[in-house]
Structure formats: structure tokens, C-alpha cells
């Protein structure tokens, strides 16, 4: 896949109308998590370098095409010192604009046609710009007003952070160092069908963790209590299990379970193997034994691909056991140059930064919901509309 990027591009006295994920957690009014914002970062200084005259698009939640003020892009205005454009359809603010300068632009998602991606708002957004730059891997599996539309009109480009994620998967997916270990978890086996079967077929092993471990430790016939699973999604964890043996892909699922007897932080915690797991038993984490082999499988691996944390890792330290034990030991290897890891997921990042691990990994990506698309293979229109003819 070759994209269009902005290496070479002449963007002196232009406006640059540009793209990014800034859908970054807030409380109180305050972002805790800039990671998103921090990776935008190199594509925003080498556009404002270049004298650039920069309006950034961006969007936070689901205020559902009306202007709610909980989703305001506010307090990324203050985290990032630039001027907030209060409509993201104004245009007033060009006039007065230098080069080098930025603003941000209000929630794109205020207005339904952003999500519709309706042609005469992806018009609106994209008047008074003379380039297009989309640097929101995060949201480039979704056909938008400011992901595709907005490219149908202007000359448009992929920024520094969509490249080097594109750059970064690609190479994984087509080349990948072996042994390659795959660990999957999450909470619904009815989502990740497709990236369950590329992984199985990319993969030398494959780690099934979390609720989705439960969903398939059930097809299989074992005991899961009262626990979060899909007993619709039997026959389709057999599939899987099955497709992954026809491609020579050793399935891990889980041994054991941390668990409890009711689903909060504070609640006592047991370790119990599968037979053992009682009716009112709620599994919560990873168990001891579980742990232990996902340790000994990354260590014997020269690759990493990882999405989904293997419990709550959220509700430390009881119940994030198993999900740091992950994230320390990739951090460990790539840090000894033994493993590659490429690791992706809101909740599993997060994690990554809760180990204090997230830069020792070879590469983090800012995605979810895209990251998981791209690897099952999917056309993403946000990037298949960058690509050279």
C-alpha cells in the first residue's frame, strides 16, 4: 500500500485543513491520557515548520450530531495552548490567520452530517482549505464527512502518524519476525470473528484471553459460573478453533481464572481452575497458572501482536494481575531486543501506561477498532482514499 504523504509537500501560506484522533479521556475537565494527542504531534510541528496555516478536525464521544457541551474539545484547546474555534464550520477566523499558526476546531461530530458522511456538510467542512491532511488512524475504518468526504474534494494527503501506522502493520502483517504470538482478548467473540481467523492463519500461536477466553473455555465444556460470556458464539469459537488447526496456529485459551463473588474492584479474590469454578463464581482476570504460561509463550515468541486486556486491569492491583503480567514481560523482551511488539486497543494502551512499559514497546498503536480492521484485512476508506493511483 502506498499512500499519499506530505514529505515533499509545498505547504507554505496554505490552509491545511488536518484530521486527527483527539477523542482522549477527560475528568473534571482535564484530559488524563494525552497519548493521542502527543502522537499527532510530529505531523502538526513539521506542518507548522513548513508554514502552514492549520485548522485541526477532530471529534471526543458520542454527542450524536447535536451540540452537546460535555463533548466540547475545550480542554484539547487548553492541553495544546491553541485558539478554539467555537463552529467547526466557521470560517472567519482564516482571515486573521499567519503562517505557522493553529486552531482547533469544534467537535465535527455536533453535527449529523459528519457521521452520514453527507456531501453538502463534507462541503461546508471542507471550504476555504486548500489541502486536505488526515493523520486519524483511529477512525479511518469509518466512512465520515472528515475522513472521506472531505478527501473527495480537496488534495489530500496522510500525515507522519497515519504513514508510520500504516508503515508499522503493514510490515508485521506481510513479514513478520517468527515465532509470531498473537493474544486476542475483549469481551465479545461476535466482533472479532474476522481478526480471530487472520490471526490464526498469520500466527504460529494464538493467546485467547479475557471474556472471550470464558466464551470459548465454554465451548469447550468448561465450567465459567456466572461470568460474562456469549453461549450463542459455541458453535462459532469451535469454527475458529478448528480454522486455526487447519493452519497449523496453536490455540492457547485459558487454565484457570481469577474470580469472585461479586464484580467489583474491592471484592475478594480466588484462583480457580475451570473445573472448580462454581455457579456464582464471577471470573474477573487471568488466573496464576494462566499467567504463567502467556509469560512463557511471549518469552519463546519474536513477535508480539497485542489487543485486549485478559481481565480488569483497570481495577489494580486485585484484578490487573494478569494483564501487567503481559505487558511487563513484552516490555522486558523488546527492551532485551529478543521480540518486536505491536500492541493496539484503548484499554490495553492504557495498561501499557499503568506498567510505566509503554515506551519499551516497538510499536503502539493509537487505534482500536481500526488497528483490529486493518490486520483482518479489511479496506479502511479513510486510507484506501490516500493511496496513489
Known amino acids: 500500500m502506498k499512500l499519499r504523504t506530505i514529505e515533499n509537500l509545498d505547504v507554505r501560506g496554505k490552509f491545511i485543513l488536518l484530521r486527527d484522533d483527539f477523542n482522549v479521556q477527560i475528568v473534571d475537565g482535564k484530559i488524563t491520557d ?48 491553541v485558539p ?16 505557522g499558526d493553529v486552531v ?28 486536505f491532511i488526515n493523520d486519524a488512524f483511529a477512525v479511518s475504518h469509518r ?44 469481551s465479545k467473540v461476535s466482533t472479532k470473528i474476522g ?3 487472520a490471526l490464526a492463519k498469520l500466527s504460529d500461536k494464538l493467546i485467547i484471553g479475557g471474556a472471550l477466553g470464558t466464551t470459548f473455555n465454554y465451548a469447550m465444556g468448561g465450567k465459567v459460573g456466572n461470568s460474562l460470556f456469549e453461549a450463542d458464539q459455541k458453535d462459532t469459537a469451535l469454527e475458529i478453533l478448528e480454522y486455526a488447526k487447519q493452519n497449523n496456529c496453536e490455540v492457547l485459551l485459558p487454565l484457570d481464572k481469577g474470580v469472585a463473588k461479586e464484580f467489583t474492584p474491592t471484592a475478594t479474590r ?33 513477535t508480539v501482536i497485542w489487543n485486549g486486556t485478559v481481565g480488569m486491569a483497570e481495577w489494580q492491583p486485585t484484578w490487573s494481575y494478569g494483564s501487567f ?16 511488539s505491536i500492541v493496539g486497543g484503548g484499554d490495553t ?18 487505534g482500536g477498532g481500526a488497528f483490529l480492521e486493518f490486520i483482518e484485512g479489511r479496506t479502511l476508506p479513510g486510507i484506501a482514499i490516500l493511496e496513489s493511483k
Open 349 to 366: 494502551v492504557a495498561a501499557l501506561a499503568a506498567c510505566g512499559v509503554k515506551d519499551d514497546i516497538t510499536y503502539v498503536s493509537t
Open 195 to 197: 481478526v480471530l481467523k
Open 270 to 302: 480466588t484462583n480457580k481452575d475451570f473445573t472448580e469454578i462454581a455457579d456464582d463464581d464471577i471470573i474477573i482476570d487471568a488466573g496464576i497458572a494462566t499467567t504463567e504460561r502467556n509469560i512463557d509463550a511471549i518469552r519463546h515468541a519474536a
Open 104 to 131: 482547533l476546531l469544534e467537535n465535527v461530530r455536533f453535527y449529523q452530517g459528519e457521521e452520514q458522511n453527507d456531501p453538502e456538510f463534507a462541503k461546508k467542512l471542507a471550504n476555504g482549505f486548500d489541502i
Open 34 to 81: 494525552a497519548f493521542r494527542i502527543e502522537q499527532s504531534m510530529p505531523t502538526i510541528n513539521a506542518l507548522r515548520a513548513g508554514g502552514a496555516r492549520i485548522a485541526i478536525c477532530a471529534h471526543l464521544g458520542r454527542p450524536k450530531g447535536t451540540r452537546n457541551m460535555e463533548y466540547t474539545m475545550a480542554p484539547v484547546a487548553e492541553y495544546m495552548q
Open 325 to 340: 503480567a503481559i505487558a511487563k514481560t513484552i516490555a522486558e523482551q523488546t527492551r532485551a531486543g529478543k521480540l518486536d
Open 143 to 186: 466512512a465520515h464527512a472528515s475522513t472521506v468526504g472531505v478527501a473527495e474534494i480537496l488534495p489530500s494527503y496522510a500525515g507522519k502518524l497515519l504513514a508510520s501506522e500504516i508503515e508499522h502493520l503493514t510490515a508485521v502483517m506481510e513479514n513478520p519476525k517468527r515465532p509470531l504470538l498473537s493474544i486476542v482478548a475483549g
Open 84 to 99: 478554539l474555534i467555537a463552529d467547526c464550520l466557521d470560517r472567519d477566523f482564516m482571515q486573521n490567520m499567519n503562517d
